[in-house]
């Protein structure tokens, strides 16, 4: 199965108001290509007096108009935007034009980091069932990327709750993990944790549509690289498992 990955960007004020998202970028770009913030609105599909409200927003956000209209004369008027709208809308396509690019390639700049979780109880392994691509349906080990400011530590243990509805204790180490094709949607390096959680009922969360125990010895086809994770633990796990200090 093929992927595609879409970069959503949005230009925020220093004061974190809303600038530009795609619609009112689109709005901007066919203003400046029609002059008209009347026939921009109408390709659109939308009315006058809400383009206009929208075009305030972003005025009022960005401390400035962001366009400007001359009325009269022969040509009967015409709307276009100020270099400040400009420049804003420049910023916005350049920026999303270098990220959708990155993601065409299936790359970024630098690897990215994601943890994933070892759960074991009574002989069995606690699993997910994937609700999104990639692997949609599959099962795989709990776990997601790491935060911003984010230990590792605390990261597997926070998408543990959040996929299963269960709290661990991290016991160590299991691996790392960093095949660069070991994901689809690019190069995403994994730290794989050991944990030991309570007795109780687990159900699926977040991004997860289902979480179950399933059996240590003979697991169903997992997702990304989690069945080399979940043989390196049963052949290796007990012994190079290490401790954090």
Do not use: C
Not at 151 to 167: D, F, M, N, S
């Amino acid at each position: 199965m093929r992927y595609h990955i879409g970069i959503k960007v949005r230009l925020d004020s220093l004061e974190g108001d809303a600038l530009l998202g795609e619609g009112r970028a689109e709005l901007l770009e066919l203003v400046e290509e029609r002059s008209s913030l009347s026939e921009a609105a109408k390709e659109m599909g939308m009315s006058y007096r809400y383009a206009w409200g929208i075009i305030r927003k972003i005025s009022e956000a960005a401390g400035a108009p962001v366009v400007e209209s001359t009325r009269g004369g022969t040509s009967g008027g015409r709307t276009v935007l100020t270099p400040l709208g400009r420049e804003m809308l420049d910023t916005f396509r350049r920026v999303e034009d270098a990220l959708q690019e990155e993601a065409r390639r299936g790359a970024f700049p630098h690897p990215r980091l994601t943890v994933d979780a070892v759960a074991i109880r009574h002989d069995k392994v606690l699993l997910v069932r994937r609700g999104n691509p990639p692997f949609e349906g599959s099962w795989a080990l709990p776990g997601g990327f790491v935060d911003r400011g984010e230990r590792l530590e605390a990261a597997v243990l926070r998408e543990l709750v959040e996929e299963t509805g269960v709290v661990g204790e991290v016991l160590g180490i299991v691996g790392a993990y960093s095949r660069p094709d070991r994901d689809p949607r690019g190069h995403t390096i994994s730290v794989v944790y050991a944990v030991s959680v309570d007795d109780g009922d687990v159900v699926g969360g977040d991004d997860a549509a289902e979480a179950a125990w399933h059996d240590l010895a003979s697991p169903p086809e997992l997702a990304f690289d989690h069945d080399e994770v979940l043989a390196d633990y049963r052949d290796h796990g007990h012994m190079r498992i290490s401790k954090e200090g």
